[in-house]
């Protein structure tokens, strides 16, 4: 375990300067609204650069930005002035809360899914689920969302189209209203993914020696499959599920721009409207750093799942 | 045997290649006295707000889709089987720094990473080929790798080098080929990626870019009268889901074969 977060670091290190320098790569670098710009005259552009440390040599840019990031020092907006962490602060629960309830949903429909699948291989549950697998895998996300609208809130009126919430009427039934599609497109297309991944697993599991010989000893078939095939099964399924969840802190970009879900997705895709760099390095750092977190965390989950990972 | 999804993608790929005979009219031909209207027999998906012909925008679009996901894919493979053979193949600490590469590339998310790469650059087709490869060989490496690792403790890789082969010849002739059916399987997840990632950056307006017409770029300017024309939206989403499932079918069975 030591040995992962020892490992986390340089891959940290790697992630901050990949992002560093693809900001610096663009034309004018974060100067590049102010060039764009016939106002502002060249020997503004000139104090600018040195007054916000553009002068320097990279390396020691580079290594200001990530000293003061660490220590939380996110620089300003370079949209709106505002602090870059209050900015993300404020689009933090919205964001929670679509990708918390989407992960929960997704798990509801995977486990059963993916086990009843496994443990009937071949039967009709198994080809239906593996060919609404496979579409999910296939579908693009935003277009599902446009799908959905169409029929949702165009045509049958049942659903807000998009927001998280009506102005003025914000009670807990309209706040659920406008969950559901967002919700229902971000669960499907992780289910299908899970699911397919549990009942591979599961199946392996099944014909493992240890599975047949406590059939043989006669466990019950309910016991072999929730208590030997399950309990294996979904100690490899965290790590996948945990990559996903990290989702929870870069917020789901797509999904969250086509129903206009004010989380940190729609953050991203307004800040790079604007080509606001601070707050898309903001996010962007974030996002990487939580998959690496997170896949600790998912070791430490296998390894209390299953006792033999943690060696 | 003749399978459906090869056969889908091959009529697909007929129809992109052979767009400007076989679509009704021209892609960026304008008819304002039949705009904004929805499939008939003259068009058979509708037309758009310029009276554009919806199939004849979705036919071309599909040249640009399938040129993407294709040679996307292939430069993700090609830069894939480079950093994973290399770091099966040496093991030691150039595996370990490669891995670790891979690893940090691969945490940060691909989707946001290409859009703020696509408004930096502004890219051209051909160089949203390469940028989407260059976001898409993490996979390939990795499973190379794999194989490499295994492979190489093999008895045959063992015998050939003591036989006098050397290294390049070990890779191209005992490793590389038992590894191509990893390889191939990557591949068309790579090409069914690679057709989602330019049909989402181009729905974000940051891919290709209008007038040209790719399936991304036509849902994104559905959006605006959803309400009104959602023929629209339907046309260019069906064909990247019909895509993207063929490849994915196509897949499949390399995945499941015993080698």
């Known amino acids: ?311 | 045997m003749i399978r459906l999804p090869a056969v889908v993608l091959g009529c697909l790929i007929a129809a992109a290649v052979a767009a400007p005979l076989v679509a009704p009219y021209a892609p960026d031909r304008i008819d304002l006295s039949s705009r904004r209207q929805g499939p008939s027999l003259s068009h058979w998906f509708g037309t758009d707000e310029l009276g554009r012909d919806v199939l004849a925008r979705v036919l071309h679009g599909a040249r640009v889709s399938l040129a993407v996901g294709l040679l996307s894919a292939a430069i993700a493979a090609a830069i894939g089987v480079a950093i994973g053979g290399i770091a099966g193949y040496a093991g030691g600490a150039v595996d370990a720094v490669l891995m670790r590469a891979t690893d940090g590339v691969l945490a940060v998310p691909r989707l946001p990473l290409l859009m703020i790469a696509a408004v930096v650059l502004q890219p051209s087709v051909p160089l949203l080929i390469v940028l989407i490869g260059l976001a898409g060989w993490m996979e390939t490496a990795r499973v190379v790798r794999a194989e490499f690792r295994t492979l190489g403790g093999r008895g045959f890789v063992e015998g050939a080098r003591a036989a006098g082969a050397g290294h390049l010849r070990v890779l191209a002739r005992h490793l590389l080929p038992n590894a191509a059916q990893a390889v191939a399987v990557s591949l068309t997840l790579a090409v069914a990626r690679g057709i989602l990632l330019e049909s989402a950056l181009s729905f974000f307006g940051v891919g290709v870019r209008p007038p040209q017409a790719s399936w991304g770029n036509m849902l994104y300017e559905s959006q605006a009268t959803l309400a009104s024309e959602p023929w629209l939206a339907v046309a260019p989403g069906i064909f990247i889901l019909m895509t993207t499932i063929s490849v994915n079918l196509a897949g499949e069975p390399l995945a499941s074969q015993p080698d």
């Open chain 1, 1 to 311: 375990m030591t040995h992962r977060c020892v490992h986390a670091i340089p891959l940290l290190f790697i992630i901050s300067a990949l992002v560093f320098l693809l900001i610096h790569a663009a034309p004018g670098g974060p100067l590049a609204i102010y060039l764009s710009n016939p106002n502002v005259r060249p020997q503004d552009i000139e104090r600018l650069r040195h007054a916000l440390g553009l002068d320097r040599p990279l390396w020691e840019q580079y290594w200001s930005w990530l000293a003061a990031f660490v220590r939380g020092d996110w620089g300003y907006s370079f949209s709106d002035g505002r602090p870059v962490a209050s900015r993300i602060a404020e689009r933090v629960p919205a964001t929670l809360e679509l990708v918390g309830v989407s992960l929960a949903c997704a798990a509801a429909l995977t486990v059963p899914a993916g086990v009843y699948a496994a443990v009937r291989r071949g039967g009709w549950f198994d080809r239906v689920t593996a060919s609404a697998s496979l579409a999910g895998m296939s579908l693009p996300g935003f277009w599902f969302g446009l799908v959905l609208q169409i029929v949702f809130a165009i045509h049958l009126g049942w659903l807000p189209s998009s927001g998280r919430a009506t102005p003025g009427a914000d009670d807990f039934a309209d706040h659920l209203q406008h969950l559901v599609m967002p919700a229902a497109v971000l669960a499907v297309v992780l289910a299908s993914g899970w699911s397919r991944y549990l009942r591979g697993s599961v199946i392996d599991v099944l014909g493992q020696p240890f599975v047949v010989a406590a059939a043989a000893r006669g466990a019950s078939r309910q016991r072999l499959v929730l208590r030997h095939a399950l309990r294996n099964a979904l100690g490899s399924l965290v790590a996948i599920v945990a990559v996903d969840a990290a989702l929870l802190v870069s917020g789901a970009v797509v999904t969250e721009s086509v129903f206009a879900w004010p989380g940190l997705g729609s953050l991203f895709t307004e800040a790079l409207a604007r080509r606001d760099y601070t707050v898309l390095m903001a996010l962007l750092m974030l996002s990487a750093s939580a998959v690496v977190l997170f896949n600790i965390a998912a070791d430490v989950a296998h390894a209390a799942i299953d006792p033999r990972v943690a060696r």
